[in-house]
């Protein structure tokens, strides 16, 4: 289950145990965990959220609410409305991570052509941005 979902066995237990996806059923003689077609396609599932950094609780929500059905609709679109906001916020500060780092190849291009007036002005405009990288923790 571990190479088809991409997560790692210590992953899969971790679920199991914290309640992310029911207990497994296991084999008679070996104890191993026998994973379902329906078992498989959830895993899958969970491992997409995972991917989008969703909370370990917010994906048992996301499960459960699965569980209710059409009644739970709403519930399901507000927490994946919420991490679409979280990811496009991530995607901002990436960009002004970017934006910092583009600024100080292009300085230091000018710096090693000798052009101390671009190497200046991009300077400025790296100060510019400090304050928002300070914001990006």
Wanted: glycine share 6%.
């Amino acid at each position: 289950m571990a190479a088809l979902t991409g997560l790692p066995a210590s992953t899969l237990r971790y679920y199991e145990s914290v309640g992310v996806i029911a207990p497994v059923a296991r084999g008679e003689s070996s104890r191993h965990r026998v994973y379902t077609d329906a078992d498989m396609n959830l895993l899958i599932g969970i491992a997409c959220l995972a991917a989008t950094g969703m909370s370990v609780n917010d994906m048992r929500s996301y499960v459960e609410n699965g569980q209710r059905g059409p009644a739970a609709a709403e519930r399901q679109i507000a927490l994946l409305d919420e991490r679409a906001e979280r990811l496009a916020e991530e995607a901002r500060l990436v960009r002004v991570r970017r934006k910092y780092v583009d600024l100080k190849i292009a300085y230091w291009r000018a710096v090693a052509a000798g052009d101390e007036t671009e190497a200046e002005r991009l300077a400025e405009d790296a100060r510019s941005l400090v304050k928002r990288l300070r914001l990006v923790k």
